[in-house]
């Protein structure tokens, strides 16, 4: 690669550093993983629960995000509580920028009326950041002959710093809604030292309906639908996800808009982000989901190729948790 085709990549990975800071990652599947998007589910399907989740975002573009959860949760019945425990993980700037947290969950649940329950929750993380610079070439490496180290590379330093969050949810046989709140502590991110970069709070509503499609004698139907959404603002960023699904065990289709059309950004581009479309498939105790989001904004599906999404979960209960779960399920999305 000349050093005229470089500077462009350099410019690019500086955007998207500055991208990165004070955004949190988004994902697709929301309620693959429902404890990364309200740490008030956690505990909530009664199982014991493992769940994994990549993303691939924008996957055309060099130093693009790649992005993942590993969740276990788990409702401890003596306690009517659930515990959490959240890890996630996520690169950007072609790996160079690396940010990795270790989130603690406790949600209680509460009976409000019959089926009906309320679950605050709090979270708990410690979160590391760092750059790999053998990624990365900078300026004065070029004009010195492409030097394998840089002068910037004691400019940033690896940081650390504990992050609390909190979430509420409330829910019955068919409806359910939730609110979540993370960086409550606004957390200084900045690599640069003594530099003050706060990570701003992000807020989250989300909810839904689940209705059941029922058949006459000679089809047996079984089938639900679901409607779902989940708005997010952080800063001055925000976004509302619209999603729907058919499920027809063990066999599930979904769709999603994400975006605000009434809204336009600073330069008068209508907010849209992306149209998603997903499949999975649940199978006793197993869940595996791939969505892909096609790219509606102005980047473009040819210029970003979309994002990638990948989940996979596994469910097991104990017998004095099989009676509870008949009585008590919240009804949100599969994924």
Known sequence: MTEMKRIPLILMLCALFQATVGQDQQYTQFYAVPSAMN???????????????????????????????????????????????????????????????????????ARIRRN?????????????????????????QMIRDNSTSSLEQGVFQPISYFDMGAGMITYG?????????????????????????????????????????????????????????????????????????????????????????AKSNSYGVPNHDAIAILLGVQASKYKIGYSYDITVSTLGIGSSAGSHELTLSYQWSNKKNLSSMKKRIVPCAKF
């Not at 599930?252 to 975006?259: D, E, S």
């Open 39 to 109: 740490p008030a589910f956690a505990g909530a399907a009664v199982q014991s629960r493992l769940s994994i989740q990549y993303r691939n975002q924008w996957a055309a573009i060099p130093g693009g995000f790649q992005s993942g959860n590993l969740a276990y949760d788990r409702y401890l019945p003596q306690l009517k509580s659930g515990m959490g425990l959240l890890v996630s993980h996520d690169r950007a700037g072609s790996g160079a920028l690396r940010s990795t947290a270790v989130n603690f969950q406790y949600a209680y649940e």
């Open 173 to 261: 046989p068919k409806f359910w809604l939730g609110a979540s709140a993370y960086h409550l502590n606004t957390p200084n991110e900045s690599l640069y030292g003594m530099s003050d970069t706060s990570v701003p709070m992000r807020v989250a509503v989300q909810g839904g309906l689940r209705l059941r499609i029922k058949g006459n004698s000679l089809t047996r139907l079984d089938h639900h639908i679901v409607f779902a959404a989940n708005y997010q603002a952080q800063k001055e960023f925000d976004q509302l996800d619209l999603g729907f699904y058919y499920e027809f065990s063990p066999v599930i289709i979904g769709a999603w808009y994400r975006g605000l059309p």
């Open 116 to 140: 009906w329950f309320f679950r605050p929750a709090l979270q708990f993380g410690y979160v590391t950041k760092n750059i790999d610079f053998t990624k990365l070439t900078f300026y004065d």
